[in-house]
């Protein structure tokens, strides 16, 4: 079959022709897996860096609103406005820990009678962070769901000493 040159030539010339096409489509493939690749990368950037800012959003209006209520935790009752930015926040709760182990709250469903606001960790954090706070995620000790606290110390500054009390709001 290969006897002649005209079969040889046509035999070298179909193989050069497949091992091109081999390597055309192997190249091809190559290129268009790293550009593929690098979209990919960019698309899950940009989506990443979007959540990042919806989050660092969502975070400051609640860490503003938490702090808005700063002057209210002071007032003989509080509840009132804090139940009004429990609504308006869609907060689970709104509440205020005192020094003195007492806490107020926009809703007092489930609360434990003996509950001592200051030894929970929104409290302790913020006590010692002394600015606003968010905490990492924990199960709340009432509702048993996945939560954040914002939270934020309250300083009551007293009139005969100058000293102050420490308090914190919870959202």
Known sequence: MLSSIRARIVAITTA???VALIINATLNYLVTEKYNQQAITSTLEAVADSHNAAIAEWVNSKSTMIA????????????????????????????AGYASKIAKFSDATGIPPDFDPTGRPWYLQAQAAGKPIVTPPYVDITSGKLVVAFAIPVIEKR???GGALRRCGHG
């Open 16 to 18: 050069c022709v497949v």
């Open 159 to 161: 009139h005969a000493t």
């Open 68 to 95: 808005s209520l700063q002057p209210v935790a002071l007032e003989a009752d509080p509840v009132p406005a804090f139940r009004q930015v429990a609504a308006a926040g869609g907060f689970t709760n709104v509440y």
